[in-house]
């Protein structure tokens, strides 16, 4: 009669603590407080060391709080406050409050890497508040977000470490849109440049030649979507020659990893190729008379 071997079973719970301690560095912190904290008494141990929470990124967790912001950011509280200082990496997006932030900023003075993300939220008063409080930064990411010009150049002002910097906007196609203002505050302020990634910015040309001229130390330089940029001249031939990593305004998109939809306004361009429409040609009486009738007045016909 053949013998039937069972396979042996394992416990977990006799693996040694240090051995679970670098299972859980595998896992993010929401994974740890969401569940893994939950399963027994020694993991709920484990799961209270501060170098599991170095990092917390808050970034597509949509699914595992059901859209709950409030849940999303009690999490994240708990998260840094169990890092004990030791946090260096904080990441959130489509969500995040200005209290969140501050709470942030104000227990994490180590703080290494800060992305945001359509973080449509927080201010520009609370932003520079809090880059003021994290000296060491290395790497931002302001993705989709709405700061001005003034708040990026804080970063550049206030973290002299700063090696990584990224400011993504949606791709337009505008003629009467193009702006330098954030390209010269970083060509201003971040002279220690090595990475600067620009998708969708509405630099001209020579917006492009104040970062050269700036940040002489680039290495990589994305500038996919920047429709305004031309690279007249020799511009083009002297971003090769110092760029090692060149993204090129025209280039491939397929690994972006937010939506890289164009607002493009080529049919504006169709009927108004002078980049000025029939609504420049109205005099200020006559625009004054339209604002007024062309709304206002069919509401009379309403009776509330």
């Not at 002078?274 to 007024?292: A, R």
Request: with cysteine; hydrophobic share 35%.
């Amino acid at each position: 009669m053949e013998e039937i071997s069972i396979e042996e079973t394992r416990n977990w719970l006799e693996l040694p603590q240090d051995v679970m301690s670098q299972i859980f560095l595998k896992l993010d912190m929401v994974e740890i407080l969401h569940s893994v904290q939950n399963v027994c008494t020694l993991w709920r141990i484990i799961s209270k060391d501060p170098l599991l929470y170095r990092s917390i990124d808050l970034r597509n967790q949509w699914d595992v709080f059901d859209s709950d912001e409030n849940d999303m950011e009690r999490m994240s509280k708990e998260g840094v406050e169990r890092s004990c200082g030791q946090l260096v990496e904080f990441s959130m997006e489509h969500f995040g409050t200005e209290e969140l932030l501050h709470f942030m900023a104000n227990r994490s003075t180590n703080l290494r890497c800060l992305r945001l993300a359509y973080c449509y939220h927080i201010s520009d008063e609370a932003l520079m508040a809090v880059t003021k409080q994290l000296p060491l930064l290395e790497e931002v990411e302001l993705c989709h977000c709405s700061f001005s010009p003034a708040a990026l150049e804080t970063f550049g002002r206030f973290c002299p470490h700063l090696k990584s910097f990224r400011v993504d906007h949606q791709g337009i196609r505008c003629p009467l849109l193009d702006c330098d203002d954030e390209a010269f505050a970083i060509a201003k302020s971040m002279p220690q440049l090595r990475h600067l990634h620009l998708f969708g910015n509405k630099m001209t040309d020579n917006g492009l030649r104040a970062i050269l001229d700036g940040c002489p130390h680039l290495e990589s330089l994305d500038l996919r979507q920047c429709f305004s940029v031309y690279m007249g001249g020799d511009l083009e031939k002297k971003c090769k020659d110092r760029i090692k990593k060149l993204k090129l305004p025209n280039g491939p998109t397929e690994d972006y990893e937010f939506v890289a939809e164009l607002d493009d306004f080529e049919s504006f361009d169709a009927d108004y190729p002078s980049g000025v429409s029939e609504i420049d040609f109205i005099s200020e009486d006559e625009y004054i008379e339209f604002s007024e009738s062309s709304y206002f007045s069919d509401m009379d016909d309403f009776h509330f």
